[in-house]
């Protein structure tokens, strides 16, 4: 089984910015695709970003697009999401992905490993 545990997130003014961590553990590699999704309180659970397995490859969200950046370290087994210019539509439950494709995946159904999620809380 492979763990995720996200770090990183709190509470930020609108136009700040955070660094979201997820660090894998378990039977884990280069062979996951990795992607960041989130959920505010009632409301379906949306995607954020996504990156291939090799990193070469990334994805975004229209509503985070140019405002965020996903990476990952393979050898720290670690990816992360650097969101700047919060915004008070941003506050969510951030939740860390993995799946064993060697496509990005967009969508939750694609994916067979999460983490429990950190909370973003952006004030107006």
């Known amino acids: 089984q492979v763990q995720l545990v996200e770090s990183g997130g709190g509470s930020v003014q609108a136009g700040g910015s955070l660094r979201l961590s997820c660090a894998a553990s378990g039977r884990t590699g280069s062979r996951y695709a990795m992607g960041w999704f989130r959920q505010a309180p009632g409301k379906e659970r949306e995607f954020v970003a996504a990156i291939s397995r090799s990193g070469r490859s990334t994805s975004y969200a229209d509503s985070v697009k140019g405002r965020s950046t996903i990476s990952r370290d393979n050898a720290k087994m670690t990816a992360y999401l650097q969101m700047n210019s919060l915004k008070p539509e941003d506050t969510a439950v951030y939740y860390c992905?993995?799946?064993?494709?060697?496509?990005?995946?967009?969508?939750?159904?694609?994916?067979?490993?999460w983490g429990q999620g950190t909370q973003v809380t952006v004030s107006s």
């Open positions: 992905a993995a799946t064993e494709t060697t496509l990005i995946g967009t969508t939750s159904r694609e994916y067979n490993y």
